[in-house]
């Protein structure tokens, strides 16, 4: 019996069922994923922040201090060394406290003009790095404090990523 | 003439060609929305002007019959403080856990362990023998562990409690099972600072009944949850939040009930902060101050 030889030339067709599965998957993974809220709040570089159980989210967008190994941030301008924060025996970080004043001047007069009360205490939120000490942070939220941010909130990592 | 019978067509298999087109699009949009580590934030009180010495005002005289209520931690212990007294210290052993790159384990060592090492040239070590960066270990920490300590006095270095733990993933523990009477399946244990588990604590079968901290978890454990679960050292941030939660349900008629002063020194790692300020919140404590310790 002769045997049969395989027709290499037969065009076979390009099957989609399991790229669509993958596909499917993906899709479904993502949408769990999905923060349809966007982010009020996006996290800075050269910095980890702590991991807490604290699931509460930013109601509006604020101004953002950073403190990371190398510097003090405010709103992406570096401002001062954390090493000068820590030598210092002050507890007012003097050039954050005038960059901090002076935005919050401007948001004042903004209020102001947008009708709104403009003695309302400011709303900041802090990045602190978590090998950072103490005696950084409470430097820097002091002087947040005198410089009129008194709603002080940090930024930290949700356990697990936010899962239950 | 026979008649010719019809094969049965082949079913049409649907074009995919443009559900295919429309994912293409809809996942590379739900990537750019997607968030893989969530952010949140953790409110506090603003520290009074008074606490921060920027003036010369005289405090207020404490109110008798409020709590005030402070959680101080130092190097080696936390302490809790109300009304002018203070409980019994819970000492600790800080410990430093890694995930290595190289193999993707957990691997804990103590900070002096870390820092000896790095001052030696070498970084900390792996379980598969390799070395972390010497230069970047302090970004790879994933967590710093405080394990309790039992002391007999101020002198004596001290053995490590350990303590039953309930466990999603990997050894890692998650909550501390107590008794009926409150008090964690724990015991100290043996060999140099009692590093080795103590043989006499056993893992609770399926069908033993326990609870955690929290207020009515109390539950009947199943099989597959009783696998799970682990001794480990007993963690000092447990301790203090079971009291917490005591101290918060038996003075709730209280006015300041909902007040604490987290009280540190100034080396003090801002992760141990935001630890205590999560205890402190779960115990139903809303309002948080920092404080310096020893002015």
Redesign the interface.
Known sequence: MARKTRKFSEDVPFS??S??DM??I??VF??K????E??L???AENL???????????KEVALTVVVD?NYVVVDNAKIVPTEDVLKQED??VTKVDSVLKERRATEQEHALKMGLPADEAGNI?VQ????????A??KV??TC??SGY?????????KN??EE | MARELKKPAKPEEPDLLPAMGLFTILIPMLLSMTAFSKLAIVEINMPERSMMNMDNDTPPEPDQQALNLSLAITGDYLVIGARGGFQPNVYFKEMWTFRCKSDAQLITHAPEDVKSAVESGHGPKCKDGSEMDKEKYLYEIETIELWAINKESEEDPGRVIWAVYSSQSENVPDSAYVDGNNAFLAAPGEGPMGLTPPPMLKKPSAGAVLATIDPNSARTLKPDVAAKNIIYPLSAYDLIAKDLIQIHTQFIDLEDVDNIIIVANDDTQFDKIIQLMDRAKEAGFSKINLAKLGG
């Not at chain 1, 702590?50 to 699931?55: D, E, H, L, Y």
């Open positions: 989609l069922t790229m669509m596909m499917t993906i899709l993502m949408i994923n999905l923060d349809a966007g982010q709040l996006t996290q980890i922040l702590p991991v807490s159980t604290s699931k509460v989210q930013p190994n507890l007012l939120i602190i790095d978590k090998n950072i000490p103490y005696d942070m409470y939220m002091a404090g005198f008194t709603h002080i909130a940090f930024a930290v990592m949700q990523g936010g």
